[in-house]
């Protein structure tokens, strides 16, 4: 993580170390009140190490967004949404796996969409997360 900024009593922000980040205006994570929402994710340099595997792909992008979670001093028993894009309707199945592995135990609220594509081509998944940070959420 780049960093993190105060803008106010009940609002951090936490920089990301993506260029798409900086390029946009967008934070990797905020926090606003007791939730914690996490950006759009996509697996680490664009899933290099697992292209064609949406399985593989949504592992490391959950994984990835869960981690964003940490300057917050939360972990994946926080979250309480999570969204899951797919660019084919086939990988419904594998990516869903893999989120059932990553959240088996939490069971947020899950959508699931599918999109028509990503900014790089290479992309089959992209997650964003939402978590609490009520007395039930730290990591303890």
């Given at each position: 993580?780049s ?27 905020v ?20 292209l ?14 869960v ?10 028993e ?55 940070r009520?007395?039930k959420?730290?990591?303890?």
């Open positions: 993580m960093g993190t900024s105060v803008d106010g009593p009940d609002v951090e922000r936490v920089a990301g170390p993506t260029p798409w980040q900086e390029s946009v205006g967008s934070g990797r994570a926090a606003a009140g007791d939730f914690v929402l996490v950006a759009g994710t996509l697996p680490p340099a664009a899933g290099a190490a697992a064609g595997n949406p399985y593989e792909q949504a592992r490391a992008a959950l994984n990835e967004a981690a964003a979670l940490a300057p917050f001093g939360l972990g994946a926080a979250v309480v949404r999570t969204r899951l894009y797919v660019s084919h309707a086939r990988d419904a199945e594998d990516v869903g796996r893999a989120h059932r592995e990553v959240f088996d135990g939490v069971r947020p609220v899950t959508t699931l969409l599918v999109v028509s594509g990503f900014a790089d081509s290479r992309v089959l998944v992209e997650v964003e997360l939402d978590a609490y009520g007395a959420g730290a990591v303890t």
